[in-house]
């Protein structure tokens, strides 16, 4: 059993669309995120929800919305797809917002490109 | 503010060669937690390990150690016996403040290459 799943896998779509990524953990735990990791590997926080409140929001356009529907879900819309949104981008979850104190977990990432 | 620096993009060797990760942080916390994760070809972060900044003790783990130095700064990341499954980009992180909330602070990560 996986226990952070991101949807889909890979993404390939035009400039201008809309596009939604989901993400499920089935650990329990209370906090989840989206990072974003461009072409060179540099990995990103973008956002981070506890129980379903966002306390992360680390300027991202706000083409990109999150929404989380309950404490174990995490999807990510993103508005109007531009070439630079191309990227793998990564659910994670971890027991308490305070990460320190436990581990965080990573779903297998999502490949969009943006043609 | 946090930042990570791994000083070394690419490193390549041999199997059987020993190789040592280099990781330098910054914070002004005195509370801090640091990590390392590994990105094998596939993709997928692995979490290998995590060290809070009052645990300087050196840890090992198979053919994986770690070298905690706060006087530098520093968490080393050292593989004995090099394999080719070893092969992946390997990041540094920082967690950072009471209230950081899961900010990982990631280094620009290192790709070790190991050639048979």
């Known amino acids: 059993d996986t226990a952070v799943s991101q949807t889909p896998k890979y993404l390939v779509t035009q400039m201008g669309n809309d596009k939604s990524i989901k993400c499920e953990q089935n650990l329990g735990h209370d906090t989840m995120y989206w990072y974003k990791q461009d072409s060179k590997k540099f990995l990103k926080i973008m956002f981070s929800y506890n129980n379903k409140e966002l306390i992360i929001n680390e300027t991202v356009p706000n083409r990109f919305s999150p929404k989380s529907p309950d404490k174990a879900h995490l999807n990510l819309h993103i508005n109007s797809l531009e070439l630079g949104d191309s990227a793998v981008y990564f659910c994670a979850s971890s027991q308490t917002r305070v990460v320190g104190t436990g581990e965080l977990f990573f779903g297998e990432g999502s490949r969009l490109t943006v043609l | 503010a946090q930042k990570v620096t791994q000083a070394q993009t690419e490193i390549s060797v041999v199997e059987k060669e020993d190789v040592t990760l280099d990781c330098v942080y910054e914070?002004?916390?005195?509370?801090?937690?640091l990590f390392w994760y590994k990105q094998p070809p596939s993709g997928e972060l692995v979490f290998l390990i995590r060290r809070n900044s009052f645990d300087e003790q050196n840890e090992i783990s198979g053919r994986y150690s770690w070298n905690f130095q706060k006087s530098t700064s520093s968490f080393n990341f050292t593989i004995t016996a090099s394999q080719v499954v070893d092969s992946a980009v390997y990041f540094c992180a920082l967690n950072a403040g009471g209230t950081s909330y899961g900010k990982l602070t990631f280094g620009q990560g290192t790709i070790l290459t190991v050639h048979p």
């Open positions: 914070t002004r916390d005195t509370t801090y937690y």
